[in-house]
């Protein structure tokens, strides 16, 4: 059956970099022989332009019925003084909410040709490959009661509540577990059991799951604040990291800066599994519209390329396609093609068109 993927480019540099994707696609088709089903449409301040909303019903409708969503990038100056009930965040934030994305992926991958080029240590770095989960939509960003109150003599109190089900747990647990069965059979579960009763919970339901079926892969559990420590002193000790939001949040964004530039970042966010089987998911690269070089023809495409990657092996089960993907942007990396972002001594500086070609060229020597 036909793959159907709905492309949201959005705003800024997103259809930027969303036009070499397509690039790969029409490869794809032509080289391989699959055929993808696509369709194009507006979110963020395009759709703010045209619809006088940040996501247009029509575009919400055809997201739930679509195998997989990819998205560019929202926002930009134009927008910043919007009503925040349309503002193009709010796009975003629609399409995570209404789609039920519970589970963040973010991979840390250390390409080999980048690890010279790193500030850190190549033996820590070289060959890392972490791949973190994180509760999207639940914990203390969401959880009641919150607010701020008087509580007399002139006292205020900001209070926010960290709290989690055993149904949450469970479901992006189980997301964990499966991805982990497709990388190194590890799972480093990771929350503050020590001091925090959701945190003791959350042990306590991946450790009954684990022996619910899972217990080919080998499960471990860490304190979220040696975590952030393990993260920088080794981090390739870890294979997935299993935690919750707002843990996820920060070990996220650490783990993210061990491999270098926001232009190379790719990431997933995965709801639930419907009677059919398929998975409602949403892919992004994690950086933004990037306004300051915005239609200049500089941006990186490779965050959105591997995050178009992410598409094939999760949503599509194209594993090996996937796997052309990654090694083609490996490969041009070791060519010393570089957009601004990454660009290091003795690269060659090239556009993101150029960028484009260059992939495309080392897909065609695959
Ligand atoms: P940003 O990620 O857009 O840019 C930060 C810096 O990184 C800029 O200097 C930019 O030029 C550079 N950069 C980002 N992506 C790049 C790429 N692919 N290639 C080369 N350089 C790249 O974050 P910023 O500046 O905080 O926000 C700009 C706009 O993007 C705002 O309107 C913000 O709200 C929006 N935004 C949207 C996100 C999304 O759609 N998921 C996420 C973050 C920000
Ligand atoms: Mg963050």
Redesign the pocket.
Known sequence: SNKNLLILP?????PE?MREVRRVVDWMDKRRAVTFDIDEDLV?GSAIDKHGVPLADETMDKAMEADAVL???????Q??NLDFSIK??RG?LRLRKEMELFANLRPALCFDALVDASSLKPELIAGLDIMIVRELTGGVYFGEPRGIEDIGNGERRGINTQVYTTSEIRRVTEVAFDLARKRDSRVCSVEKANVMEAGLLWREEVTKMHGEGFDDIELSHMYADNCSMQLVRAPKQFDVILTDNLFGDMLSDTAAMLTG???MLPSASLGATDETGRRKAMY??????????AGEN???????LLSFAMTLRYSFDMGDEADLIENGVNKVLASGKR???IMADGCEIVS?EGMGDALLRALDEQ
């Open positions: 959005g705003d800024g540099i997103g970099v963020g998205l560019g990038a929202v926002g930009g100056p927008w910043d193009p965040e975003l530039s926001l232009g992004e690269p994690v950086h933004g519209s990037a306004p300051d070089i500089k941006a990186n495409p490779l965050a959105t957009t601004g972002d993101t």
